[in-house]
């Protein structure tokens, strides 16, 4: 009886020495190609290491919307701000307050335009090509509010806001968020927004 054990299987001449070589190869590049990211994944990190890093000089701040009027400079929160047009059509109403200069019709929509002059008893001067409408929006509220002149969009760090100054008294003291560095009047546009005492119903 032969007691030897069976030895280990040799590869024939009829292995397919080139198929197995294909899937040898195969296995390589399935390695090699797990650890690199897909094409969008790869754009996304350049997008990120790309993209700005906030400023330091803009943390702490915000922007605002600097405009003329009776000759001084006031502004608004630009998050506030929907639009800036300038005034055209204007449609005046009879029985309303004297602080509603009227409405317009920008795109369809009829909004009604407060004059911050005569809400704020400040000296008044005749309409001009100047004048703008800036259209102040909220979730449930939209009008427009007439300027003398647009000035410009820049940032103010609220370290910078004084609460008051000893002439802002009165009605604009009660709109008032603040006054700048440069003695610009900042106006607190959600209290504008929420007070409906100055905003006429558009079915007038």
């Not at 809400?119 to 409408?133: C, H, S, V, W």
């Not at 969009?153 to 370290?159: E, T």
């Not at 959600?190 to 005492?197: E, M, V």
Request: proline share 5%; glycine share 6%; charged share 25%.
């Amino acid at each position: 009886m032969n007691s030897r054990q069976p030895g280990p299987k040799r590869l024939t001449a009829a292995t397919d020495w080139r198929a197995l070589h294909q899937r040898i190869e195969a296995a390589h590049l399935a390695i090699d190609g797990a650890s690199v990211p897909d094409a969008g994944i790869l754009k996304e990190r350049a997008r990120l290491l790309a993209r700005e890093p906030v400023r330091a000089e803009n943390a702490g701040s915000s922007e605002w919307l600097e405009f003329l009027l009776a000759q001084e400079t006031y502004a608004l929160e630009s998050r506030h701000v929907r639009e800036v047009h300038p005034l055209e059509n204007l449609t005046p109403l009879s029985c309303t307050p004297d602080f509603v200069l009227g409405i317009v019709n920008l795109r369809g929509e009829i909004l009604s335009v407060i004059d911050l002059k005569k809400f704020f008893a400040l000296p008044e001067r005749g309409l001009t090509d100047l004048n703008k409408i800036i259209v102040l929006e909220s979730a449930d509220m939209r009008f427009g509010i007439l300027a003398d002149a647009i000035l410009g969009v820049r940032r103010i760090p609220s370290a910078e806001i004084q609460p008051s100054l000893p002439t802002l008294t009165g009605i604009r003291e009660k709109y008032l968020q603040g006054v700048s560095r440069e003695r610009t009047v900042l106006l607190d546009a959600a209290k504008l927004l929420a007070d409906r005492s100055i905003v006429v119903n558009e079915q007038v």
